[in-house]
């Protein structure tokens, strides 16, 4: 079964530190490109940052400098470590697997988490 399970959001202050985990099962994990998005209420689900095969890494301009992502895959998981939180950071968390051309759309991903929820309060 093809299946993303992510992990580690919660309820924290702006300027903390929050790190996600996404377990990856059902494709070879290490064949695959990965990135997380983030939807907050009443918006559109937007990109925040991609990892390839051979750990390049791209972000979105929001997150550079703050976000980090990595993998393993030794334990087929993806990571997302989230420094400095802002209040804007608050939105569920979705790791994804890259199949196709443009890694800032939705439509290149077709497997997807049920997400994480992260909260910074101000």
């Known amino acids: 079964q093809v299946q993303l399970v992510e992990s580690g959001g919660g309820l924290v202050q702006a300027g903390d530190s929050l790190t996600l985990s996404c377990a990856s099962s059902?494709?070879?994990?290490?064949?695959?490109?990965m990135a997380w998005f983030r939807q907050a209420p009443g918006k559109e689900r937007e990109f925040v940052a991609w990892?390839?095969?051979?750990?390049?890494?791209t972000y979105a301009d929001s997150v550079q400098g703050r976000f980090t992502i990595s993998r393993d895959n030794a334990k087929d998981t993806l990571y997302l470590q989230m420094n400095n939180l802002k209040p804007e950071d608050t939105a569920r968390y979705y790791c994804?697997?890259?199949?196709?051309?443009?890694?800032?759309?939705?439509?290149?991903?077709?497997?997807w988490g049920q997400g994480t929820q992260v909260t910074v309060s101000s």
């Open positions: 990892i390839s095969t051979i750990s390049t890494t």
């Open positions: 059902g494709r070879p994990f290490d064949s695959y490109s």
């Open positions: 994804a697997r890259h199949y196709r051309d443009n890694a800032f759309s939705l439509a290149s991903y077709d497997d």
